[in-house]
Structures are given as C-alpha cells and as structure tokens.
C-alpha cells in the first residue's frame, strides 16, 4: 500500500534522496501508523512542536495508515 510524505521547511533534510522538493510515495505495510513512519525520518521527539496532518487533517500519532493517505509534516510555527 502506499501513502505520500511531504515535509516542509527545514524538515526536508530529513527526506530520502528520492524526494522531490521533500515528498516522496512510500511502500508501507497494513499496520503501519503515523508514528511509525515520523520514527523511520527520526522525526518522532519533535512531533510535541510540529503539525502534521494526514489527508488535510490533524489527528493523533496512532492513526492507521490507509491507501493513498498523504501526510504532511510542518515545523514549529514561530512569529506573532
């Protein structure tokens, strides 16, 4: 099954070289959930600061992944 990541900002450093301006398709397996996927782009510790969203929406770390899911992950927003 596949999901797509997309990291912004100063994450995309952490994207694979097969990133395309920081997204990629993924191969995942059935179980997979969010966590594991920050986890595989050592992403995990920081999550308390970021945003991320799948599908446009935020949800918690544990959701199950399913086909054709897009997963977005910003930076912390700073500013006032």
């Known amino acids: 099954m596949e999901v797509t ?3 912004f900002a100063n994450l ?3 994207a694979p ?3 395309r ?3 990629w398709v993924m191969e995942i397996g059935g179980q997979d ?4 996927i920050l986890q595989k782009y050592d992403l995990v510790l920081a999550t308390d600061k970021m945003l991320v969203t799948v599908n446009g929406q935020v949800l918690k770390e544990n959701y199950q992944l399913q ?3 897009e997963i977005c992950v910003f930076p912390p927003l700073i500013g006032g």
């Open 33 to 36: 959930r969010v966590v594991d």
């Open 21 to 23: 301006n920081g997204q």
């Open 5 to 7: 990541i997309k990291l």
């Open 12 to 14: 995309r450093e952490k």
């Open 67 to 69: 086909e054709g899911d």
């Open 17 to 19: 070289e097969c990133a």
